[in-house]
């Protein structure tokens, strides 16, 4: 029922600039923190930048000053501005909706989109 669709992944020279984007589908309502993940390959998911229906913003520290999120309650979007690419950025991009209700907290997650950063 509930889907996220990320878009705009794909491969970047270094020190170039890319925005992913999720729309979030389905039966849900109230997202009190939507944000972005990342996987690269032999490692565990990190975050990398999250934001709160109020606007509060939270970083991975290695990405702050490059990359900017930004969310749009009404249509439950939320993107990722990645400026100043790194290889070491390199990952499999994951958006992430999280309810917090008074009884359960929900995680909704994205199927990944793909960001190469290339020499």
């Known amino acids: 029922q509930v889907q996220l669709v990320e878009s705009g992944g794909g491969t970047v020279q270094v020190g170039g600039s890319l925005r992913v984007s999720c729309v979030v589908s389905?039966?849900?309502?109230?997202?009190?923190?939507m944000g972005w993940y990342r996987q690269a390959p032999g490692k565990q998911r990190e975050l990398v930048a999250t934001?709160?229906?109020?606007?509060?913003?939270n970083y991975q520290g290695s990405v702050k000053g490059r990359f900017t999120i930004s969310r749009d309650n009404a249509k439950n979007t939320v993107s990722l501005q990645m400026n100043s690419l790194k290889p070491e950025d390199t990952a499999v991009y994951y958006c992430n909706a999280r309810v917090d209700t008074w009884s359960r907290l929900y995680d909704y997650w994205g199927q990944g989109t793909q960001v190469t950063v290339v020499s």
């Open positions: 934001m709160t229906s109020g606007g509060t913003t």
């Open positions: 389905g039966s849900i309502f109230d997202i009190n923190v």
